[in-house]
């Protein structure tokens, strides 16, 4: 009706949605709703939608993806590791300037069809096809007959919590730099640039035709295309026009880590003009920066600062190409003050932290992942035979993690909601030591050194030396922790520890 004051649209998924109002995507946030322990902490974001809605006749949709919550996940190619299903919630609050309110949800009234999103997932890219667009369909005029009743899934929305900021984000575009075509005979565009995200391109031709893109990082020695070391994800982006006018297109719930695209497919010319690499990755403020008179350091610095880019989507992760793409916590534990020099990393690592908390085993254990997608999952994985958890450096980061960004950001806040969670992996440490060395089925210990024998990744540093190395080091700023906190009783029992 008339007058309205303001309009504020609450939203999640259970998987990765875009949702739109009147024809326009809400928001400018990318990967919705993110990675969290789902089944204990799933995320909603909240947009003001006032300049969207009007008088009259409205319309409000989302478009599904399976991301992260249903899509294959994991070196283990696991499927369905939170649900089989993919699902909307959805709230849109309108207030009138008379006080009045009109509230808007997610039930039985909505409709569902299929998308022209065929196939969408992390590793291996997105299959489109633009000929099965239904025009308008997020429009008030659309003629829904044709499309089916949704279902309700049940889930527990005790675990829902708001999240404040820190969202994923198209950040920066570069244009592609160089066309080459390989010995083999291959056609490859060169964007200058290792990073994570996805191409932007346009495209002219008739219905039917294809483009097809294989992402990549690096040629050969020979100078042809590399994939040995994406192991088995796609990275493949397989779009079909609808025909006529130019096109323009960019996946829609995936990302891929390249600095190369091989053109498999494309109708007419390939000029680089239509080409555009966009870096994709949550939104933090550059805090520092590095320059000397070294031309090799600087570049060093460069590097670093992109792979920073690369793996922080949304949860800190180790690589952002092959079939991995978790969050190891040795890699996020290790890099986490350097990342804060770099960039305002505090509600990134805060949000990531929630997921650590709420990863811990009963009796203290930090998993090697997380979010965890290993434990308790079937299959003859060399990792689950021998333990999914509570390695030394790896599970420390729920004591070192909280600790930096204490001496990075001087809040304390962190410090409290983590206090339990660092208290108890220390008591894990605990109960597992002999005479003060502690051990834990699988460790890692001085992981890929350099002295490793050929053929394995353990280095040649013994392992009892790094773990009650570490044991030591969590021990006391835990004790540190304690003190600052004012828990006498705690700060006097771990510094005698």
């Known amino acids: 009706k008339p007058g309205i004051a303001k309009a504020v649209v609450h939203s999640t998924a259970l998987g990765l949605y875009k949702l739109y109002i009147n024809g326009t995507k809400v928001g400018d946030d990318e990967m919705t709703p993110g990675w969290t322990s789902y089944h204990k902490h799933l995320l909603y974001q909240t947009y003001d939608v006032t300049h969207l809605v009007h008088s009259g006749d409205n319309a409000i949709g989302a478009m599904l993806g399976a991301g992260w919550f249903k899509g294959l996940m994991g070196f283990m190619d696991l499927r369905n590791l939170y649900g089989d299903r993919t699902a909307l919630l959805c709230q849109l609050e309108i207030t009138y300037t008379d006080g009045s309110r009109d509230v808007i949800v997610t039930d039985r009234t909505w409709k569902g069809a299929d998308a022209p999103v065929r196939f969408s997932e992390i590793y ?25 009743p949704v279902d309700i899934v049940d889930y527990d929305l005790s675990v829902l919590t708001s999240q404040p900021g820190c969202r994923v984000k198209q950040i920066e575009r570069i244009t592609a730099k160089e066309l080459i075509i390989t010995p083999k005979g291959e056609t490859v565009i060169n964007f200058g640039q290792n990073l994570t995200g996805w ?69 007419g010319e390939i000029k680089l003009e239509n080409f555009e690499a966009v870096a994709v990755h949550s939104d933090m403020l550059p805090t520092g920066s590095f320059e000397c008179s070294n031309p090799d350091v600087n570049q060093l610095h460069h590097n670093i600062r992109w792979s920073m880019k690369g ?33 305002n990393t505090y509600n990134f690592f805060s949000k990531w932290l929630r997921d650590v908390k709420a990863d811990q085993t009963p009796e203290g254990g930090i998993p090697h992942i997380v979010p965890d997608i ?124």
């Not at 295309?225 to 006529?244: C, E, F, I, P, S």
């Not at 390695?391 to 930096?404: G, L």
């Not at 960004?405 to 894990?428: C, H, P, S």
């Open 124 to 148: 291996d890219g997105e299959i489109y096809d633009a000929r099965l667009e239904q025009e308008g369909w997020n429009r008030p005029d659309f003629d829904d007959s044709a499309w089916k």
């Open 199 to 267: 191409v932007h391109f346009k495209v002219k031709g008739k219905a039917g035709d294809r483009v097809v893109l294989k992402h990549f990082e690096v040629l050969d020695k020979d100078g042809n295309v590399y994939l040995a070391n994406l192991r088995k994800a796609k990275q493949t982006v397989d779009y079909t026009l609808k025909g006529g006018e130019e096109e323009s297109f960019h996946p829609n719930f995936t990302f891929q880590g390249f600095q190369y695209i091989q053109i498999v497919e494309y109708p």
């Open 311 to 343: 793996n922080f989507l949304d949860v800190p992760t180790d690589c952002p190409q092959r079939n991995e793409r978790v969050g190891w916590t040795g890699d996020a534990q290790i890099f986490c003050r350097t990342a804060s020099y770099l960039m």
């Open 374 to 497: 290993v434990t308790g999952k079937p299959g003859d994985d060399w990792l689950l035979s021998q333990g999914t958890h509570s390695a030394a450096a790896w599970a420390d980061v729920i004591t070192i993690m909280p600790w930096t960004m204490y001496l990075m950001f001087g809040d304390t806040r962190v410090l409290e909601e983590q206090y339990d969670t660092m208290k108890a992996w220390i008591n894990f440490m605990r109960n597992h030591s002999e005479n003060g060395i502690w051990r834990y089925r699988l460790q890692f210990g001085d992981w890929v050194a350099l002295d490793a024998e050929e053929g394995s990744y353990f280095g040649a540093t013994p392992t009892d030396l790094v773990t009650t190395a570490y044991y030591a080091y969590s021990t006391r700023l835990f004790a540190k922790t304690a003190k600052l906190l004012g828990r006498q009783e705690d700060y006097e029992e771990y510094s005698k520890l």
